[in-house]
Nanobody, 125 residues
Framework: QVQLVESGGGLVQAGGSLTLSCAAS?????????????MGWYRQAPGEQRELVAT???????SYADAVKGRFTISRDSAKNSVYLQMNSLKSEDTAVYYC??????????????WGQGTQVTVSS
């Protein structure tokens, strides 16, 4: 059974920091010449579409939304099948439900997409 368990959300004042954690279980992370994966974070604010925040590939490449560059840092611990998001200098516009995501890719095409339940981050101004 696949599980992505998120933690670390909460209420914080503008300018503050939070760290989100996500532990994946039940997923086989195969990595070889053509099997890769990404772990990352997306967020969805009320009335908005879900958007990418940050991802990290099994090879260590990272991708960030422009809105969070320089403030958020993604990291992962492959031994623990976990991904983290350090969020600094938080702004009210960062308020959203944050979702952990795992993608399995073959020849760079995603064939499995897993989501966590989401964790609420609220930034008060």
């Amino acid at each position: 059974q696949v599980q992505l368990v998120e933690s670390g959300g909460g209420l914080v004042q503008a300018g503050g920091s939070l760290t989100l954690s996500c532990a994946a279980s039940g997923i086989t992370f195969s990595t070889n010449g053509f099997n890769t994966n990404t772990m990352g974070w997306y967020r969805q604010a009320p009335g908005e579409q879900r958007e990418l925040v940050a991802t990290m590939s099994s090879g260590g490449s990272t991708s960030y939304a422009d809105a969070v560059k320089g403030r958020f840092t993604i990291s992962r611990d492959s031994a623990k099948n976990s991904v983290y998001l350090q969020m600094n200098s938080l702004k009210s516009e960062d308020t959203a439900v944050y979702y952990c995501n795992v993608k399995l890719l073959r020849f760079r095409v995603a064939y499995q997409d897993y989501w966590g339940q989401g964790t609420q981050v609220t930034v008060s101004s």
